[in-house]
């Protein structure tokens, strides 16, 4: 058995890696089944949501979740990384006006196509694109389509001196911040890098509640480290919940499904309102589903056609 089940908030410092963050939690917990839901580059920091134990079957579901970035752009220069960590590909003039800044930053709200950096994780023919960068080699990529719910320009007093600008970035999952500044440069017509970055949230966690590695040992050493673990039910909590009587027990620690008549009738949430039990029990539902002590099992989904709640994500461990 793991020791701990479920979610933390790591505040990534700049100079580990998305994977050394993993490491070292692994030492620290003393446990291997960890796993990350989003990379950062080395030189970003900030919100990094990490899997424990029985959540790592989450880390797909996370991986999905929109983020949100505060990017400080340098204008008037390309990178082959796109970042300022890159080799100079160009330097530019920069003679752009604040009104021009905003109305390139604006046309990229709502969807739009980004090719991936050449110095990204993604494969292509099995192999990493930034494995082939570091040979030298460019291949051409496909686009793919993001969405930028919001994107706003939170800092403009030093563009005219040192041609740097901050924005803040609400987006879809598999944007890339570096691209999006590549991509405002271009359109402006003098280049652009990003500079630095910070991930400020990832679906529900934000980064006031993020944690450093230093002192999830710290919390470890005084015991007090499950206060910062969220239970894999947290991403869950805009399900109906449902709790399950004794007699089911056995069917739910085994991950098997149930009956409806194994609803408890006095549950909490209002399922004993036969008005209220068909509109919640229509095919394809999800729940999070209890034992009558409040032990979580996982999530199930209602199939009307043979009326059982039938397992989707199970968490429970014996």
Not at 73 to 89: A, E, F, K, Y
Not at 165 to 171: A, H
Not at 172 to 198: E, F, H, P, V
Not at 261 to 269: G, I, K
């Amino acid at each position: 058995m793991n020791k701990y089940n479920g979610l933390i908030n790591i505040y990534k410092e700049p100079g580990f890696t998305s994977n050394d963050v993993v490491a070292k939690l692994r030492g620290i917990l003393h446990q291997k089944k960890i796993g990350h839901t989003g990379t950062l580059d080395p030189d970003a920091s900030g919100v990094l949501v990490v899997c424990l134990g029985t959540g790592t079957k989450l880390v797909e579901m996370l991986t999905d979740h929109d983020k949100e970035y505060i990017a400080e752009c340098r204008l008037g220069v390309t990178t082959d990384t796109q970042d300022m960590s890159g080799s100079v590909l160009e330097e530019m003039p920069v003679n752009v006006s604040k009104e021009e800044l905003r109305d390139a930053v604006k046309a990229f709200a709502g969807d739009y196509d980004q090719i991936p950096p050449m110095y990204s994780a993604i494969k292509q023919n099995g192999k990493k694109l930034y494995e082939l960068a570091r040979e030298g080699i460019e291949v051409e990529r496909s686009a793919r389509r993001v969405h930028i719910e919001a994107i706003t320009i939170l800092d403009d007093s030093h563009l005219e001196d040192e041609h740097v600008f901050t924005m803040e970035v609400k987006c879809s999952k598999g944007t890339y911040i570096r691209t999006l500044c590549n991509d405002i440069g271009q359109r402006l017509g003098c280049g652009a890098a990003m500079q630095n970055l910070l991930r400020t949230r990832v679906g529900a966690f934000a980064l006031d509640t993020a944690i450093k590695l230093k002192t999830v040992e710290e919390m470890r050493d005084a015991g007090t480290i499950e206060s910062v673990i969220q239970s894999p039910e947290f991403i869950f909590r805009d399900l109906d919940a449902i709790h399950v009587d004794d007699n089911a027990r056995v069917l739910l620690e085994n991950g098997n499904s149930f009956r409806k008549n194994n609803v408890l009738n006095e549950d909490p949430d209002g399922v004993n309102d036969i008005d209220y039990a068909d509109e919640m029990f229509k095919d394809g539902n999800q729940f999070r589903v209890y034992a009558s002590d409040d032990t979580f099992f996982g999530i199930y989904k209602y199939d009307s056609r043979t009326k059982l709640f039938k397992v989707d994500k199970f968490f429970f461990e014996k």
